[in-house]
């Protein structure tokens, strides 16, 4: 049995007056104690996003610094997997990469077309060009805090449709047209359903439950007026003021709440590669206010 990795408390400075902390002096590894986890799953909790530098994790190790964090998530498309670690989700901003490339260029959230959407989801850096852009991120339950009352009361009750198939059509802002999902995958993969506010299954708190990426629609209103909201909302979401705006370094791995936090990649040039290995812990179905309103029930 290998002797379990001892560590000092890390030292955290914080990326945004809201949220997120980058940790310091900390490297992460399999054989590290469960106090090194609770930290991350801690931190994960109060701050949304933890920023590593200088991590060495070739994939197997990864994929086993996931499981230590929670269940691991495989990748619901085949084509995405790496070849040797099914856990490891392969990722960039180009087209001809393997895996997922161009998977990041619009606001999105991982998974959210599947019926139970990544929790936590890891990103480590495998390759950056010489100018290696940067990935924003944007805090939904501040997105959320901001709208103005009238809006708030407007959407309480309110589903969305998240459909993978939206980025393929290439109208979704940031995407390029690409080949749909096949008709097995289509079959396995429909439109899922969530709640526009989401509330968090420990504290309550709200947040907005919707982007660019995936989202097509909102339903219970007239399609017009669902087109108008929907248009409110996406801004709402990605309003300056809630985006942190993180620049690549080799050897960072970023964790955050993926039912809090929507992020995108940014290319700093034309050209230039960016090829990213994310893991996840496997999420739950969201649950809205709708979920958890208790009615008035008359027994005779």
């Known amino acids: 049995m290998s002797a379990v990795r001892q560590q000092p408390p890390p030292v955290t400075a914080a990326l945004h007056e809201a949220f997120g902390v980058e940790v310091v002096g900390l490297s992460v590894s399999p054989e590290d104690g469960d106090a090194v986890f609770d930290t991350l799953r801690g931190l994960v909790a109060t701050h949304g996003l933890v920023v590593l530098r200088d991590q060495t994790l070739p994939p197997a190790a990864q994929a086993a610094v996931t499981r230590r964090l929670g269940r691991p998530e495989i990748h619901a498309l085949d084509h995405a997997r790496h070849a040797e670690q099914p856990e490891i989700v392969v990722e960039g901003n180009a087209a001809a990469l393997p895996g997922l490339g161009d998977a990041g260029l ?68 940031g995407w390029r047209a690409r080949p749909a999902l096949a008709a ?56 300056p003021a809630v985006v942190y705006r993180h620049s690549w370094r080799p050897g960072d791995l970023l964790l955050w709440d993926n039912a809090l936090l929507i992020h995108r990649v940014v290319a700093s040039a034309p050209g230039e590669v960016i090829q990213l290995h994310r893991s996840a812990v496997a999420g739950e179905r969201p649950v809205g206010p709708l979920s958890v309103a208790q009615p008035w029930v008359s027994a005779g």
């Open 106 to 173: 619009a606001w999105h959230a991982d998974l959210t077309w599947r019926a139970a959407p990544t929790r936590l989801s890891l990103l480590r850096v495998e390759h950056l060009s010489a100018a290696p852009g940067e990935i924003l991120f944007a805090h939904q339950g501040l997105a959320y805090d901001r709208l103005d009352a009238w809006l708030r009361w407007r959407i309480e009750y309110l589903d969305a449709e998240h459909d993978h198939d939206r980025r393929c059509r290439g109208d979704a802002p």
């Open 184 to 239: 097995s995958e289509r079959a396995a993969h429909p439109p899922a359903v969530h709640p526009v506010v989401r509330l968090d299954p420990v504290s309550a708190s709200r947040s907005l439950f919707v982007n660019e990426g995936t989202t097509t629609r909102l339903l219970g209103v007239p399609a017009d007026e669902g087109e108008h909201l929907l248009a409110r909302l996406l801004a709402a979401a990605t309003d």
